[in-house]
């Protein structure tokens, strides 16, 4: 890797870091940096979900005021995500890497598609509570259970736009602030994401290079999303990654 491609893995890092702090899909913005520097798909994923550990935890301190009284939550939907993040990473070294180069555009245009529709889903979240009153948060029952167990699989095989599928499903089926929402969110990605890395380390080839610079630039961004992320522009943000998602698809057809 020459240097001007080791700038921008860690700029990438930067990136990635602050968007999952804030919604999630870093992913579409760090995996296609990987991709063009030659590392083959698997690498790649398997480099990029370790490297991005330390952002999601770095995310997960910057939100902590908003994670206060939440200990039971956090334990009983984080115990499903490492369950569904470890199937996840299972399948990804299971499948063969044909199946894989084969699946993962798919994956990429179902994620940019969660997030052009995010507004959407964000207003008939505000629908849902309006019509809900301000009752006591309730615990989202078995659907929400099954709901985040589904995206942590999806998230430790790949894990583009994860949080965008773990906001919409706790935002649907928890009457509670976004903002904490969003505080459990980088938890359970922080699980998914460590579980997964955990699991590779005995099955995987990593780029060991590759994943310095993601955890070096994703916990420098995992601050900044957490201190600057709720000013951004979401529309400013849902047309980066987009258009880098959408570079990934066609790279990876073109293959």
Sequence with gaps: M???????????????????TIVGSGTLITF?????????PITANVSNTLG????????????RRELSGQRQRV????????IGGLAGAALLVTLPSAAFDAIVPALIALALVLVVLQPRLARAVQRHREQNGDGTPSDGGPLLLVGLLSASV?????????????????GLLLNDDLQRINAVKNILAAVVNGVAALFFLFVAEFDW????????????GGQL??????????TALRAVIVAV????IVQLLLR
């Excluded at 020459?2 to 999952?20: D, M, R, S």
């Design 32 to 40: 296609p940096v990987l991709l063009a520097t030659g590392l083959p």
């Design 75 to 82: 334990i009983r939907l984080g115990v499903t995500a490492l």
């Design 209 to 220: 290079y590759a994943v310095l610079l993601i955890a070096v630039g994703s916990t420098l």
């Design 2 to 20: 020459g240097i001007w491609e080791a700038v921008a893995v860690f700029t990438a890092g930067i990136g990635a870091g602050t968007i999952n």
């Design 52 to 63: 991005l550990v330390s952002g999601s935890i770095s995310g997960a301190i910057g939100y």
């Design 154 to 170: 999806y998230g430790g095989y790949f894990g583009a736009a994860q949080g965008v599928l773990y906001l919409s499903l706790m």
């Design 225 to 234: 999303g957490a201190k600057i992320g709720r000013r951004l522009p979401p």
């Design 245 to 248: 998602g959408t570079a990934a």
